[in-house]
T-cell receptor, first 113, second 111 residues
Framework: GAGVSQSPSNKVTEKGKDVELRCDPI?????LYWYRQRLGQGLEFLIY????????KSGLPSDRFSAERTGESVSTLTIQRTQQEDSAVYLC???????????FGSGTRLTVV | QKEVEQNSGPLSVPEGAIASLNCTYS??????FFWYRQYSGKSPELIMF????GDKEDGRFTAQLNKASQYVSLLIRDSQPSDSATYLC???????????FGSGTRLQVQP
């Protein structure tokens, strides 16, 4: 596609529920990243995918967080048993490879109530 | 010490002035440096990247890199109210495959 597409744009969920966030990167971009941005804060790295290599999961804050990517296409970020501290904007980005700047999607604003 | 540090601001400059945004980083082996602009409620967009010591100019924007002093800066000439945003510095650290972002500096350009 022309840009990085994320869905849903907004998600309100009850504490304890599971949520799934989707990212569709720019076609041909082999690298895909998930970041989290809490209100008024910087970007916190979560996970990185590069082609068929093993993902870099070093930023995932707990085992409630997981992500998958099918080849070089869509990625999903799953948060299980959501907590209020998970409330944030979840940003997905893609790039040609990890030596280039990123193009970000518009984000998913997650609110846990 | 944070890996990438920025003054949170706000940095307030009058329209037409030069805005100077600074960023320091802790990993001396860092190779790639990026500046992103983020408008309120929007996602970050890439403005500039720089890999080598010195200056790199693109229109009204100049990125400056000094690896010996471990800082990178962004100058915005002839600042416009539309430049009012948060500017994020991002660094590619050695051994990391993803960028590390600073917390950003909020710039306000007064008409």
């Amino acid at each position: 596609g022309a840009g990085v597409s994320q869905s849903p744009s907004n998600k309100v969920t009850e504490k304890g529920k599971d949520v799934e966030l989707r990212c569709d990167p720019i076609s041909g971009h082999t690298a895909l990243y998930w970041y989290r941005q809490r209100l008024g804060q910087g970007l916190e790295f979560l996970i990185y995918f590069q082609g068929n290599s093993a993902p870099d999961k070093s930023g995932l804050p707990s085992d409630r967080f997981s992500a998958e990517r099918t080849g070089e296409s869509v990625s999903t970020l799953t948060i299980q048993r959501t907590q209020q501290e998970d409330s944030a904007v979840y940003l997905c980005a893609s790039s040609l490879d990890n030596n280039y700047g990123y193009t970000f999607g518009s984000g998913t604003r997650l609110t846990v109530v | 010490q944070k890996e990438v540090e920025q003054n949170s601001g706000p940095l307030s400059v009058p329209e037409g002035a030069i805005a100077s945004l600074n960023c320091t980083y802790s990993d001396r082996g860092s190779q790639s440096f990026f500046w992103y602009r983020q408008y309120s409620g929007k996602s970050p967009e890439l403005i500039m990247f720089i890999y080598s010591n010195g200056d790199k100019e693109d229109g009204r924007f100049t990125a400056q890199l000094n690896k010996a002093s471990q800082y990178v800066s962004l100058l915005i000439r002839d600042s416009q109210p539309s430049d009012s945003a948060t500017y994020l510095c991002a660094v590619k650290n050695t051994g990391r495959r993803a960028l590390t972002f600073g917390s950003g500096t909020r710039l306000q350009v007064q008409p």
